[in-house]
């Protein structure tokens, strides 16, 4: 039989076809190509493991984690602030299609729409090219889903205003005393929902700060007040004349001091 291009094989389907049970082969088969799992390959991941974590801690004791005030549940007017990463779907939620009315949008439509997309993305693109330029879907799919994330990342950044954000978690003491009966029996029911556990602004303005008198807040107190700024209900047919003039006296006290008592 010669051999060359001129050769044809010819099959018999009365032959069964036999295989051999395919069976791990031995790594010593490949030097160089591949090595042990344990302890060979398991050690080098350890000693990279080991060197992100050591540079991720000194990282952390050069450049620590800024702390703001204690978490104040009374405080209703603390905005808080995501982490960088999560700066994107924040911004998100400012736009008029995906805020107010339309909060779910912004907050549950969009994202699902997003993972769904990734859950599904072998599917969308089945193509076996590993070259992006012969993948558009995928390419644009992840193009698209960069763009959106930096976007949205650098419009917070650029227009959140840190100064208020940094004034709002700022760490202030003052000399107020929350074992004085005023304090728990009517500042804390009537005052701390609106201007913070410490009394130093929430939802409404800072009483420690300011130098209030005493008949300043009792006349607050008693009438309420209507700025820009907001309103503050009238107490005087909720408390007694002597309940007022306790929380005026208690507040016009206040102060702010260098740590606390």
């Not at 080098?44 to 104040?72: N, Q, S, Y």
Request: hydrophobic letters at 40%; charged letters at 25%.
């Amino acid at each position: 039989m010669k051999r060359g291009k001129g050769l044809t094989f010819v099959g018999d389907s009365r032959v069964l076809k036999y295989e051999k049970p395919k069976l791990n082969r031995d790594y010593s088969e490949f030097p160089g190509r591949t090595e042990e799992f344990y302890p060979d390959f398991l050690l080098k991941e350890w000693l990279i493991g080991a060197i992100f974590l050591v540079g991720f801690l000194c990282l952390t004791v050069a450049h620590p984690a800024p702390l703001e005030r204690i978490a104040d549940p009374t405080d209703t007017g603390y905005i808080p602030l995501p982490d960088w990463y999560f700066l994107f779907l924040y911004q998100i939620l400012k736009y008029s299609y995906a805020s107010g009315p339309f909060n779910v949008i912004g907050a549950i439509i969009i994202p699902g729409l997003a993972i769904g997309a990734l859950m599904l993305a072998p599917w969308l693109d089945g193509s076996k090219h590993r070259d992006w330029k012969r993948r558009p879907v995928a390419t644009g799919m992840m193009l698209l889903a960069v763009g959106v994330i930096f976007y949205a990342t650098w419009e917070s950044v650029a227009y959140h205003d840190w100064d208020a954000q940094k004034a709002q978690g700022k760490i202030v003491f003052s000399n107020l005393d929350d074992s004085d009966p005023v304090f728990n029996e009517l500042v804390r029911t009537n005052c701390t929902s609106c201007h913070g556990g410490e009394l130093t602004g929430g939802s409404g303005p800072d009483l420690v700060t300011p130098d209030l008198t005493k008949e300043h807040v009792q006349a607050f107190v008693e009438n309420g007040t209507v700025d820009s700024g907001g309103s503050m209900p009238a107490f005087k047919d909720q408390l007694t004349d002597e309940e007022i003039e306790k929380i005026s006296e208690f507040i016009s006290k206040l102060e702010l001091t260098d740590k606390a008592e």
